[in-house]
């Protein structure tokens, strides 16, 4: 048995837990099962969930926010100020919403099982002139963020301007974005880091949601014990993933900002609670629209919000 | 079978279909469907029940390319860059520049072809494509040197190369296309095609005087202008200038001040010289003709992507990339040697395939194993095979088989440039423009010899971005 | 580039019906280059909001990503039909007559199987965006500003539709070039022909004497 796997860019970080999972799917089937990862080689990554659909290759990995419209009810994830921490809520949170049958559902228009996530740190944004640590200075701030990342920029009086990542230091450095939000290892590797003197350390304003999915039919074709060694891997794989990403690059990202004197800009409580008032109306559309279409949407975004009040002990 | 071999049959299959006459991009679309259905239907053991299955997903992955791959923001450059080459010839400059060229170069020795040259290079600041390019330059540089007493063949041939400067010198289609396929900045690859572009130009003017010493009644030099009559010559050519200053800037972004992308800088200096032609007086009619031109020129250009692209995607399937780089890191050769010879390979299979098929289908193979033998995508300068960091080794082999796939416009038996140039004029054959392109070959092969030896041509320009 | 003379006509019933489809193609042909035309004010309009108001254009890349199609696509018949999509006539370039006409018809034939199947497969591509129930029938969308990407997405199998015909056309011109012999059939693009070259190039030289 011999998966293909469609990922895309370099292999990095963000599929670090593929890389295990096939890693500890071969061990515990003595290689009888094996995972053929691609980086980019089967399909665009705007294009995985059509693969998947298709038949093309077995798993794949895609970010909702790519396509809200292939994915409407995972877009819950991607809400601005939900108040994830961290990675391990990210995790938590995401694992929960893919067992919700309306989400199972919608993915299953894709002949898709969803296996995994690929948590993604906050979408903080890094930026060039003064630091920016109210409301109010977000006013005129010219962002590079796309989707609904851009929209709760916008709510709050910045400017969001598409710019592709590959574009995003040059954007900087001729002045046509101020700011660019991005994942950590992202800023590393895009080098936007590079040009920033300043980086919102608590903003935490949203991040993107990266789910890893199977095939239904390869899935329901494997015998039981290959399937039982591929279920039985997914949340090694994920806190190898997770270890990795905490060790590696937010190690690395720390020493950076020290290194090039990044000023860490610590939000309020009263300014961070500014900000989720002024981007609540996000929210709400999108449950209103949402639920239109028959989603249960305002379940699934009340389930996130009581699982973080439940992780912050509240 | 392995899917390997698969790989290798399909890839023999696709040279027969070529050799065959078939269209470059159908030929490639066909063997890559042919390919996917084999590698599906090798999955279930050539099963007959399991045939309509495999052809079905083959078919619905081969059909996902053409859309999913066209759809992207840098490849809109490709179709600007082309309008601007059309618009610059409804705007006049095109006859501007040639006739400054000719004032000021005219009395050099081969004095006519070597003003060509420089039109030429001047031209392709503000054309994206070597094809247009060659294609201007036939209707006006072509008549003016046969009536100087030019062998036909060779006026031919200085168009044909003249226009390959196009592709190097920004704004160039061929170059954004190698910065996607590599993700590389698009910026800086423009930027690094500047001084080689400028460099291959006066290898050129250098061996059009050469030859002219050498050989009797080549074509005379046209003397007699007077410095007021050069001066005034620049008033008409000047445009050009403030295009190239625009595109540039916003490339480079010298002032650090907000300006944009390069996608904005090139379509900004379209539209600039679009208001030219409009000035001039360009009818509907001619602006008919040049989108018509224009989209006819970006669709075979995208239909070879696409069609390329299904027989890439295929590859992947069949994992023929990775087989590739583990194959030359494991040759016990000197990397520059390797190199070398994969530049040779470029020329060898440049004969067979004209430049973006070309580096399409290759580069997602060669690539990652020409930087995997510098060291990697992030060594630095000192740790590295070429003495260049990562991303300086990635412009610095893009400029080198850019030049490669330029060099094979000209080579036959499909060398864009030289059809072009014969199906424009009436009275030249392809063999006739082939015959008279020779001397260029040798001088691409010293300019190549150049860059190879002497990085800092390419990089220097880049690096100070 | 030959323009348009390569293909020779007659009042037969197959070329008066290859003019007709050649008058979509010109269409197509045009809506192509006024999409490039539109590209291009597209990044004016997003630099000048940009620089004078502070407003880029929302959606740019989600813009220009639906525009392409329109320019790399709706060209293709139009292309095929005056025989401009690039090959190599290393080996064909030597055959006359019905030989030549027989390699025409195989290759031509090929590619007639090949957009048939594509027709198929980038309709299926089409049908994975589209949904008749959901809002703006869409279940696919762009990545910024959440636009429907099927309007583009159908202009392939649209396209390919217009290839098609041009290709059944072509067949049916070899098939009547290998009946009737000779080097100048109707219907089909002429490798070489130097007195209706000339005569466009006339034209585009006179353009220039303004
Ligand atoms: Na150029
Ligand atoms: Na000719």
């Not at chain 2, 990339?321 to 990397?335: H, K, M, N, V, Y």
Request: proline fraction near 5%; aromatic fraction near 10%.
């Amino acid at each position: 048995e011999e998966w293909n796997v469609s990922v895309w860019g370099k292999r990095r970080a963000f599929t670090e837990h593929v890389e295990k999972l096939a890693e500890l799917v071969s061990e515990k089937t003595d290689g009888e099962f094996t995972m053929n990862i691609s980086y980019g080689g089967l399909s665009k990554n705007t294009e995985n969930l059509d693969g998947i659909s298709i038949g093309a290759f077995e798993m794949a990995q895609f970010c909702a926010g790519y396509h809200e419209d292939k994915n409407p009810t995972i877009t819950v994830l991607e809400l601005p100020f939900l108040g994830v921490r961290n990675l391990e809520e990210e995790v938590a949170v995401s694992h929960m919403i893919y067992d919700h049958p309306a989400v199972q559902e919608d993915l299953a228009r894709w002949n898709a099982k969803l296996l995994m996530t690929s948590p993604m740190p906050q979408y903080n944004i890094v930026g060039t002139g003064d630091p920016r640590s109210t409301v109010e200075d977000f006013e005129g701030m010219r962002v590079r963020a796309t989707g609904g990342l851009g929209e709760a920029f916008r709510a709050v009086g910045a400017v969001p301007t598409s710019v592709p990542s590959n574009e995003a230091y040059n954007a900087m450095d001729s002045n046509v974005v101020d700011t660019v939000a991005f994942a950590q290892h992202a800023h590393l590797s895009f080098r936007t880091i590079d040009q920033a003197t300043w980086w919102t350390a608590n903003l935490n304003p949203g991040t993107v949601n990266c789910p890893i999915v199977v095939n239904m039919d390869a899935y329901e074709g494997l015998s039981d014990e290959h399937r039982e060694a591929l279920d039985s891997s997914v949340d090694e794989a994920i806190e190898y993933y997770v270890d990795n990403y905490q060790n590696n690059v937010l190690k690395q990202w720390d020493q950076i900002l020290e290194e090039k004197n990044v000023t860490k800009v610590e939000f309020s409580e009263e300014e961070l609670q500014k900000f989720r008032e002024a981007t609540q109306g996000i929210a709400d559309q999108w449950i209103e629209e949402k639920s239109a279409q028959g989603i249960p949407a305002q379940e699934l975004y009340d389930m996130v919000k009581a699982k973080l009040a439940e992780m912050h002990g509240m | 079978m392995t899917s390997i071999e698969i790989g290798l049959w399909v890839s023999g299959g696709l040279l027969v279909l070529v050799l065959l006459g078939m269209r470059v991009a159908f030929a490639a679309g066909t063997a890559g469907l042919v390919g996917l259905i084999w590698i599906f239907w090798e999955k279930k053991d050539y099963a007959w029940d399991e045939f309509s299955w495999a052809l079905g997903v083959a078919v619905k992955t081969a059909g996902q390319v053409p859309h999913s791959k066209i759809a992207s923001q840098e490849l809109s450059l490709i179709p600007v860059f082309i309008l601007i080459g059309y618009m610059a010839y409804y705007a006049g400059l095109t006859k501007a520049l040639f006739d400054a060229a000719k004032k000021w170069l005219g009395w050099l020795p081969g004095g006519m072809a070597v003003s060509t040259v420089f039109a030429t290079a001047g031209f392709s600041a503000v054309s994206g494509a070597s094809v247009a390019t060659s294609a201007v330059f036939a209707r006006i540089a072509i008549p003016e040197m046969l009536k100087l007493g030019y062998d036909k063949r060779f006026a031919a041939g200085v168009v044909a190369a003249g226009g390959t400067l196009a592709s190097l010198i920004p704004p160039s289609a061929i170059l954004v296309i190698y910065a996607i396929i590599v993700e590389q900045d698009v910026g800086k690859l423009l930027l690094a095609g500047f001084i080689p572009g400028v460099f291959s130009a006066v290898v050129y003017g250098g061996l059009i005087v050469g030859l002219a010493l050498t050989m009797p009644k080549f074509g005379p030099p046209i003397r007699g202008f007077t410095w007021g009559e050069r001066l005034r010559s620049l008033g008409p050519a000047f445009p050009i200038f403030f295009v190239v200053l625009i595109i540039i800037s916003f490339i480079y972004n010298p002032f650090g001040d907000p300006l944009g992308t390069p996608t904005e800088g090139g379509a900004l200096g379209a539209a600039l010289i679009f208001a030219m032609a409009l000035i001039k007086g360009m009818s509907w009619s001619q602006l008919k003709d040049a989108l018509l031109e224009t989209a006819k020129l970006a669709t075979m250009i995208f239909t070879i992507i696409w069609g390329v692209l299904i027989y890439v995607r295929f590859l992947g399937f069949a994992n023929l990339p990775r087989a590739f780089s583990d194959w030359i890191q494991g040759l016990e050769q000197s990397p520059m040697v390797t190199l070398i010879m994969i530049l040779l390979a470029y020329a060898v299979l440049g004969m067979f395939m004209d430049a973006i098929g070309m580096l399409l289908l290759t580069l997602p193979v060669v690539y990652p194993a020409v930087m995997a033998l510098n060291g990697g995508d992030l060594v630095s300068a000192a740790d590295s095979t070429f003495g260049m960091s990562g991303p300086m080794c990635a412009i610095w082999f893009g400029i080198l088989v850019v030049k490669m796939a330029e060099f094979c416009l000209i080579t036959p038996p499909i060398g864009l440039n030289c059809f072009v140039v014969a199906g424009v004029r009436p009275e030249l054959s392809v063999q006739d423009v082939f015959r008279g392109v020779t001397p260029f070959f040798v001088a691409d092969a010293l300019t190549i010899a150049g860059l190879v030896a002497f990085p800092g041509i390419v990089l220097w320009l880049p690096s100070l971005a | 580039m030959a323009g348009s003379a390569a293909v020779l006509e007659d009042g037969s019933a197959l070329s008066r019906l290859e003019r007709a489809l050649y008058r979509l193609e010109q269409v197509f042909g045009v809506i192509s280059g006024l999409a490039v035309l539109a590209l291009m004010l597209l990044a004016v309009f997003s630099v000048g909001g940009r620089h004078f108001f502070n407003a880029p254009l929302p959606g740019y890349v989600d813009w220009i990503q639906l525009a392409m199609p329109l320019i790399a696509f709706l060209g293709i018949s139009y292309a095929q039909r005056d025989g401009g999509h690039i090959r190599m006539d290393i080996l064909i370039g030597r055959l006359h007559g019905r030989p030549l006409w027989a390699a025409e018809f195989l290759t031509t034939l090929a590619t007639l199987l090949l957009i048939a199947l594509l027709i198929w497969g980038s309709w299926a591509h089409f049908g994975r965006s589209f949904d008749w129930d959901a809002p703006n029938w869409s279940r696919d969308s762009t990545i910024d500003i959440g636009l429907p990407i099927w309007p583009a997405k159908i202009i392939v199998p649209i396209a390919f539709g217009v290839m098609a015909a041009r290709l059944v056309l072509q067949l049916w011109g070899y098939v009547r070039a290998l009946v009737h012999g000779g080097d100048r059939p109707i219907g089909v693009p002429l490798m070489k022909s130097a007195a209706e070259l000339a005569a466009e190039e006339a034209e585009h030289v006179s353009g220039l004497d303004r």
